[in-house]
């Protein structure tokens, strides 16, 4: 039988050691995942529980990949920001790879993203000009 002081010390010790085998979770990321913008964003934030390294970032139109800069060398941190070219109206997916130098695993995912341009006002009819007769 196991001495309930054994149980008690193992599930402490469970739950104390918890966080440590949980993965880095995105919290959110500006511009929020399924964002229909009315402006290009000039940069990209994703938020993370715990401080994590950038390892890719791919961002794609119409399955072409759009270059974007990431610095690895960056310290960790819970918050990545990269800085994005001039974007076109179009629909935009991000696909990213973060690693958390705590315990070494390897996180990712996918959101997307749209630019449907600047809203214009409906074309008022204008009204015919008064006839003289």
Do not use: C
Not at 39 to 63: H, I, M, Q, W, Y
Not at 74 to 85: D, E, G, K, R
Request: no cysteine; glycine share 6%.
């Amino acid at each position: 039988m196991v001495k309930p002081w054994l149980l008690a010390v193992a599930l402490a010790g469970m739950i104390l050691a918890g966080p440590a085998f949980g993965h880095a979770k995105l919290r959110s990321t500006i511009p929020a995942a399924d964002a229909q913008l009315q402006v290009a964003p000039k940069s990209l934030t994703l938020n993370f529980n715990e401080d994590v390294r950038l390892a890719v970032l791919t961002l794609t139109a119409d399955g072409k990949d759009i270059p974007v800069t990431v610095d690895r060398s960056a310290p960790a941190s819970p918050q990545v920001t990269v800085t994005l070219p001039v974007l076109a109206v179009g629909k935009y997916q991000v696909r990213w790879s973060a690693l958390s130098p705590d315990d070494g695993h390897v996180s990712n995912g996918t959101f997307s993203f749209a630019i449907l341009g600047p809203v214009t006002a409906p074309a008022t009819p204008v009204p015919a000009a008064a006839t003289s007769r």
